[in-house]
């Protein structure tokens, strides 16, 4: 009896109809949508119960949500020599060739990338422009998530949302991105609250002003996924040929990548937008006739800006830099002299401890003679809360953020505090008082 003879290439594949990809696509959805569901019951929950505390609870559910995605991250390696070289080409290459650069982008020991001067420049020196064609727009991002804005069309007005789901969208797009040798160089990792991986990160906070910031970041951050998740899907399944991220690569890691590439490097540009307006004017049978008329002016958007966003900060400083909405271009001066191969670096503005640790991952080194602004948390479950904030409001400027109150305090070159600690003194002094200590203050000519 002839022996059978083995197939070649062993067993077959088993092939996989498009029904079934499309079955465990959907039993995986299922999945994802029922932790979400309870990712969102119990953020909301723990927001009312404790507005300074997530619980392991979260963090276990949002495990369980990364196991359940296997899409590719969108996030990549850290930033390269042949990558900062490549940026370095496509800026030169779509630059206008009358706009200026005397910088380079390497990296920085310690900081990820750093911007090296190639020649000596002056305090106040024109050291490189930026057209607003390379520039990720706020108005740019409205255009390429249309139809997100028509689906959920609360995103128009929500800034800081729409340009992450910008980021994530030319991410997604590879090579085929316009921003591809910029969004190459972006970082991966980030000590920003945003991306804390459990509570014993968020504990480190306790006691101090950034704590409440940082758990309210994270639970908004984890409520806006659960919600844009649905509006992606609804998108995926009805328009997909049109939708500019797919709800498969909608993961939450790739959201929180997004999100902290705009917490840390979003700033404003002027820009020129032409605005409808309705007016009403009266005519011969005295009925008002509304007539549209559409003006131009000048608007403070959001973006994210090639070369610029790799400055790091230096405290003590001047912000140096100006938007021409006219010209199209973002200037970037120095804010002191710099050598040749010296790092240029810019001021980061009047921030707080604690919104440097929120919105950029550090505390800055704080050099003689500068000032500090110390946020100052009322405790929103306190019964007197709008009295003591309106008691404050009397003494203190409000942050420049616009998010609370703020006291500014300066040291001398011990960094001892020359003037500020006073007033802070009496700041907490409010802070503890009790309704008739308020009252009391409230009527009183005297400073507090």
């Known amino acids: 009896m002839p022996s059978k003879k083995k197939k070649k ?65 969108c996030s990549m390696r850290t930033s390269t020599k042949e990558q900062n070289e490549t940026l370095m080409e496509w800026y030169e290459k779509n630059k206008r060739k009358d706009l200026k650069c005397n910088v380079e982008i390497r990296e920085s020991p310690g900081e990820g990338n750093g911007v090296f001067a190639v020649e000596d420049v002056g305090k106040h ?7 607003y064609d390379m520039i990720m727009l706020e108005t740019s991002a409205k255009e390429r998530l249309e139809l997100l804005i028509q689906l959920c069309p609360s995103l128009d007005k929500m800034s800081p949302v729409l340009m992450s789901l ?65 509006i992606i899907a609804h998108a995926t399944l009805n328009f997909a040929e049109w939708t500019p991220i797919k709800v498969e690569d909608f993961t939450w890691e790739n959201w929180r990548w997004a999100v902290a590439i705009v917490m840390t490097r979003q700033n404003k540009v002027p820009v020129k937008v032409k605005a409808k307006e309705e007016t009403g004017e009266k005519s011969e049978n005295k009925v008002a006739a509304k007539v549209r008329v559409e003006e131009e002016k000048v608007v403070q958007v959001l973006a994210l800006v090639p070369m610029f966003d790799a400055i790091n900060h230096e405290s003590g400083g001047e912000i140096t830099t100006d938007g021409d909405p006219d010209a199209s271009v973002l200037k970037c001066y120095a804010m002191r002299d710099f050598k040749k191969t010296e790092q240029v670096k810019m001021y980061y503005g009047n921030r707080t401890d604690a919104e440097f640790v929120l919105y950029s991952g550090f505390l800055p080194d704080r050099p003689n003679g500068v000032k500090m602004y110390v946020d100052v948390d009322l405790d ?32 001398d070159e011990k960094m001892n505090p020359k003037f500020g600690l006073q007033k802070l003194l009496g700041i907490t002094r409010v802070i503890v008082a009790t309704k008739k200590e308020i009252e009391s203050l409230i009527r009183s000519k005297n400073q507090i």
């Open 9 to 73: 290439g062993g067993k077959k594949k088993k092939k996989v109809s498009k029904k079934q990809t499309q079955l465990k696509k959907s039993s995986n959805d299922g999945r994802v949508r029922s932790v979400l569901e309870k990712l969102k019951d119990l953020t909301m929950d723990e927001a009312k119960r404790d507005p300074t505390r997530i619980s392991r609870r979260a963090f276990e559910l949002l495990q369980t949500l990364k196991s359940l995605q296997t899409s590719l991250p």
């Open 166 to 230: 910008y980021v994530l969208a030319e991410r997604l797009q590879g090579k085929e991105s316009k921003f591809h040798s910029y969004i190459s160089t972006l970082p991966t990792m980030f000590t920003i609250p945003v991306c804390f991986e459990s509570v014993k990160e968020f504990e480190y906070l306790r006691g101090l002003p950034a704590l409440l910031g940082a758990v309210s970041v994270f639970r908004n951050t984890v409520l806006q996924y659960c919600n844009l998740y649905d």
């Open 380 to 411: 929103p479950r306190d019964p007197l809360v709008k009295l003591k904030q309106m008691l404050l409001q009397k003494v203190m400027p409000p942050s420049n953020t616009g998010r609370g109150l703020a006291v500014e305090i300066q040291f």
């Open 125 to 131: 020196d024109l050291i490189f422009e930026v057209p």
